[in-house]
């Protein structure tokens, strides 16, 4: 690795801290300034029971004391402290919990979108305007121009209700298919409109002609040349993808029952679960920064010819 390249990666990860920081301040802040509190949902709770409880969970003190020590928590312990609603537990346990089920969500459907997204992508390029090619490319609109909840409530309609061949509730055995399937529809349509632009421009440039006029076969040129130069905006893409379908898609979890990341982040939000809210924020944030940067480290894998500044 050169200088060059380890200062990049040193930079980006500076960055990578500071919008760390940005999106913990500016969420403590708002959550903060927002009308009410955690404690006004209970029932006949007196003014001394709630400045009882707000002692308790520290809410009681200034608010750029109760930042600062948030903050030397997060950063020193990993301590997102205990949930306010789900009385005796730590928001890091209910956190890992939902990842659990919310990772292996994610990651099967980003690698079945990936996989399908390329395949069909560079199938739409090489038979352009055929009928294969318009019939994926009328498909993937369709698919990207539909939202979640509705591609959710088709395939839970279709397949759990009139057909019975899948379980509707996330929780039953193969009940992950239908959410999986969900949540790699966009991204896969995406991937493949995504691929097949990157193919068309790569193969209408001059080194894949020069290519083809000295005999280089068709396989070496599609898969050595124009597919793996197509990669790079997929890249691009791939990484926050991945980072978004970790955490779940909140309203595919809530449709099939779900107990992921994505569930428990609206329930603390309706909830006014602050320490919750804050930490499932943080690990999304995380999340989406370090596949960023990990989508730009890999772009000087796929195409050395690219400078990192």
Same mark, same amino acid.
């Given at each position: ?61 200034? %608010? ?20 306010? $609603? ?13 990842? $659990?089920?919310?990772? $292996? ?20 390029? %090489? ?26 409530? @088709? @395939? ?22 239908? #959410? ?33 006029? $000295? ?59 602050? #320490? ?16 960023? %940067? ?16």
């Amino acid at each position: 690795m050169n200088t060059k390249t380890l200062f990049y990666i040193l930079k980006r990860i500076g960055l990578a801290i500071l919008t760390i920081w940005v999106v913990i301040t500016v969420t403590f802040f708002v959550m903060h300034a927002v009308p009410g509190g955690p404690f006004l949902s209970e029932k006949a709770v007196s003014a001394s029971a709630q400045a009882a409880l707000e002692a308790k969970y520290g809410l009681d003190k200034p %608010l750029m004391e109760q930042y600062f020590t948030y903050l030397k928590d997060v950063v020193t312990k990993f301590d997102f402290g205990p949930s306010i $609603k789900q009385r005796g537990r730590m928001v890091i346990d209910i956190i890992a919990d939902g990842m $659990k089920t919310s990772a $292996k969500l994610g990651v099967i459907a980003a690698l079945i979108a990936g996989a399908v997204g390329i395949v069909l992508g560079a199938i739409a390029a %090489l038979r352009r305007n055929k009928i294969i090619d318009k019939v994926i490319m009328v498909i993937t609109t369709a698919f990207v121009s539909m939202p979640s909840f509705i591609m959710g409530s @088709l @395939l839970l309609v279709l397949f759990a209700i009139h057909l019975m061949i899948l379980p509707a509730n996330g929780t039953e055995k193969g009940g992950l298919v239908l #959410p999986i399937i969900t949540l790699s529809l966009y991204p896969m349509a995406y991937i493949t409109r995504l691929t097949r632009s990157s193919m068309l421009d790569v193969l209408g440039q001059d080194y894949i002609r020069t290519a083809k006029a $000295k005999g280089v076969s068709g396989a070496k040129i599609i898969f050595g040349h124009a597919l793996k130069n197509s990669l790079i905006p997929v890249i691009t893409y791939f990484g926050p993808m991945l980072a978004y379908i970790v955490t779940g898609s909140l309203v595919v979890e809530r449709i099939f029952a779900v107990s992921g990341i994505g569930r428990a982040f609206v329930s603390s939000i309706t909830n006014r679960d602050y #320490p919750m809210i804050m930490g499932t924020t943080i690990v999304l944030a995380v999340l989406i920064v370090v596949m960023n %940067l990990v989508s730009d480290i890999l772009y000087k894998i796929v195409d050395p010819r690219i400078n990192l500044e």
